[in-house]
Each structure stands twice: as structure tokens, then as C-alpha cells.
């Protein structure tokens, strides 16, 4: 399960919304509704979801876009807000992130691209894209740097990563304790991406996974980890770097 978290939205705005065929939504906000970012998501999702490059094929086929404006000839607020085919049924999560209550979503038309048996072709090199992760993110883009220093492949904010074996009754209090501490801990957004290690013991393997529960700090540097009990908060915290002290754990 990833989730990311912000805690307001601009009055008027232009949102676009980038799913896959599994159901994982990655959107952005641009409330000067100047730019194009459907590249943008595409690499967003390949960072998520660490594939082996864009997934352009999902544009437009899996898109929606929300548009909120302010009408000055007729002085009222105009809303249209458009989805493909494919992720219609969607309508409800994306009127949560887009904050906008009960809207109505229209059907773009199909195009020839979106045939269901063109996309399939993509299955078997995108195999993540078809597995539901229960991401929801939204992108935000980094500011160019103001140096010669790298800039960062991850989204702004923590990259977070929780191996566990199976789901179940107390991995589900995981997370919720989880993500509880998080939103009242931290300022900054965060992602994080619940990985089983009986459906992805090549990733477990990856990250040198010897027992579960195990968090890692993907992101900021330096990358840290806890393994087993995560009930201790101030633990958490100083993995985070959200605490003044720099033990590693």
C-alpha cells in the first residue's frame, strides 16, 4: 500500500491523473495549467514502481483530466473533469484527490491506441503495471537544482519501503500505526511501498531482506533500515532523521 499525503489544493487548477491497468493512480496538480505532464507521470510511475523505463503506452488510454475555473463572463466556478474508458470506474477516487465532492465525470472517446488486446502486448515487460500496489501519489516536480549537484530520481519527500510476509490482522496495525506516525511526524510527503516478500522474494533478495517486518529508508540519503518491532516510535523517528540524533539502526 503507497500512499502520499499533501494537505491543501489550490482553488482553481488543472489536474492530471495517470493510472495503471492494475488500478495505481499517480496525479499532479498545476494550478498555472501551463503544463504538460503525462511524461512527467509516466517516469513518476517508473520510479514507484522501479520498471524498466516510462510507460508511455499508458497515455492516453489510462488518463482523466479535471479542470476548475472561474468563469468571469458568467461570474461562476466551471468544473469539467474527463476520463478514458478504462479507469471511468476510478471516478470516485479521483473526485477524493481532486477534492471535488460529487462530480459528474464525462467519457472521453476511445481512440484506436486503446484497444485492449494493443495494450496486453505491453503485459509481459511491464508486469508490475498489472498488479495492484494500492498506490496513490501525487507528483510534485523538483525544482532545477541551483548548482552542479546530482538531482535526486525520487519524487520530493521520503521514499519508504515495508517488507512483510503476507497480509495480515497485524500487518494491517503496521500500517496503520505506520502511517499515523508519519502524517503527524513529518513535514514532508512521503511514499511508501508495502512489498510481500512471498510475491516479491526477488525484490526481498534485492534488499538483502532477512526478516520481516523490516522498513527501509529508500530516500534521503542515507538509507537506513529497522527490522522487527516497529512499534517504538522515537526508533522510527530517528530512521526518518526526524529525531536530532544520527544513530543508525
Known sequence: MTSQFYRSIPAFFKGIALFTPGGDLIYCIDPDKKGRWHLNLCSAIQDALELPEPPHFLVPCYTATFDCWFDARAQQVRVFAETYPPVFRYRSLLNRVFEAGDLVWQIAPSQEICDPMILENY???????????????????????????????????????????????????????????????????????????????????????????????????????????????????????????????
Open 123 to 249: 503485459r509481459s515487460q511491464f508486469p508490475q503495471l498489472w498488479e495492484n500496489h494500492d498506490l496513490v501519489m501525487r507528483y510534485e516536480p523538483v525544482p532545477p537544482p541551483q548548482s552542479a549537484a546530482p538531482v535526486s530520481p525520487y519524487p520530493q519527500g521520503y521514499v519508504l519501503r515495508l517488507f512483510v510476509s503476507g497480509y495480515s490482522a497485524a500487518t494491517a496495525r503496521i500500517l496503520q500505526n505506520l502511517h499515523a506516525l508519519l502524517e503527524q511526524s513529518l513535514d514532508s510527503p512521503y511514499t511508501l511501498k508495502v512489498i510481500d516478500i512471498f510475491k516479491h522474494p526477488e525484490q526481498a533478495e534485492s534488499d538483502q531482506i532477512s526478516a520481516t517486518p523490516t522498513l527501509i529508508k529508500v530516500y534521503p540519503r542515507p538509507v537506513r533500515r529497522i527490522v522487527g518491532n516497529l512499534d517504538d516510535a522515537d526508533r522510527v523517528l530517528r530512521l526518518l532523521g526526524a529525531l536530532d540524533e544520527g544513530r543508525q539502526e
